[in-house]
């Protein structure tokens, strides 16, 4: 209804600006002072104090820590204050959704209401990999934010920020701005999980935690972070939401499991550029492309091979590798999900059943093509990388990448070696090769038969 509304309104400013009109825009003013009213009591100010440990000197960046620390002896304990904000999510709990890099190793956390009430707050639960957090506070005559649908957002929608820039004094700051961009990632870092909405309303440090809302008065997401020019830490027009939909899963795991549970495919994948679609025959670039399976993973039970292009997941459209990561890990583990690839030009469906993703312990030691800290990446030896490498094809499994100064860098292990065996274990596949690995975690040295260029050679590389 009211976006239908904020269809015709903008019709309407745009005959208005040509007639000169002003009653027009004084209803578009009265439609944000009506969504403000509605919540601004649902969005608070957050404090927090955090522990930091180093020295203070004007020079201390040039020189470093361990320079001080040599000359001048132990390091300083300081308290560093965060400003951010909040939005209340539930009223009957005290529930407060905000971002985990505001709250994260800090000691006490305050959360200040619109009418200056304030509260200590208790940290429920905290995801680093989405930045997103719950808190509580006990308190009466609270008001919650309305939760609005993100997926149903549309670019060039009309939203407004609400947050506390730079001071406390600055709290339930208002920006408007419309929607630039919907599915930004690759913004924080490339291991988090990131489908960012874009906005132009101003956003800048203080607001992170705080609401991002529609025409509707509905939370459509959580304002996280700015791109800046240089050394401006201020607003420059590009700012970044957390969708709502996605927090809200985030939420509800943390509050009724303490933990955030994701579902996980088991596959190595990148994205589809032009030289990939050109030599595929594919007709767009959308979509991954597959260079790994996982051993014992859900995509190895169902079977998806190597170079198989990921299209679609239950009928929503991937566009790249981030997008995927996101929606298998906001499906329950469980589901049985359809996906569907393109395959040696043809497109296929394959039913999946996703699984919980491992912890990172176990998923170190399971499921990855290098365990421990060695920074070798290996896979099993196949018609494909043995003509890619110009080997012979044979049981083994060859190194497809050394990390740069890792522990296999420094003890001579290079980018198309074939591993023939860890210490004593004869070695032919990838699954054999973690085995070994883990027997061998205690030793000093871990000695490695390497098959190179038609000869043989024995590696070691020291454990740590």
Known sequence: MKKSFAVALSIIVLISMATSGIPVTKELSKEFAEVVKDVNPAVVTVTSEKVVKGFKHPF???????????????????????????????????????????????????VQLIDEREYKAEIIGTDSQSDVAVLKIVAENLTAVNIGDSDKLEVGEWVLAIGCPFSKDLSHTVTAGIVSAKGRSRIINGTSYEDFIQTDAAINPGNSGGALVN???????????????????????????????????????????????????????????????KALGLDSREGVIITGIIDESPAEEAKLKVEDVIVKIDDKKVRDTAHLKTLVSTTRPGTR????????????????????????????LSSKSYPSTLGLKVENLNRQNSRDFGIDDEEGVIVISVAPNSRAAKGGIRRGDIIKRVGDTEISNKKQFREAIVDHQSDETILFLIKRRGGSLFITIENE
């Not at 700015?226 to 201020?234: E, L, P, S």
């Not at 549970?261 to 679609?277: M, N």
């Not at 296929?348 to 993703?357: D, F, G, M, R």
Request: proline letters at 2%.
């Open 60 to 110: 201390n960046d040039f020189f470093g820590d361990d320079f001080f620390r040599f000359h001048f002896g132990p390091e300083v304990e300081s308290k560093s204050h965060i400003l951010g904000s909040g939005v209340i999510i539930d009223d009957d709990n005290g529930y407060i959704l905000t971002n985990n890099h505001l709250v994260e190793g800090t000691e006490e956390i305050k």
């Open 215 to 277: 025409l509707d008065g509905e939370m459509v997401g959580i304002n996280t972070a700015i791109a800046t020019g240089g050394f401006n830490r201020g607003n420059v027009g590009v700012g970044f939401a957390i969708p709502i939909n996605y927090a809200k899963k985030i939420m509800d795991d943390l509050i009724q499991e303490g933990r955030v549970i994701r579902a996980w495919l088991g596959v190595y994948i990148q994205d589809v550029d032009d030289g990939i679609a």
């Open 337 to 364: 999900t359809e996906l569907e690839i393109i395959r040696k030009g043809r497109s296929k469906n394959v039913s999946v059943a996703l699984e919980e993703l491992p912890s990172d312990e176990s998923f170190q």
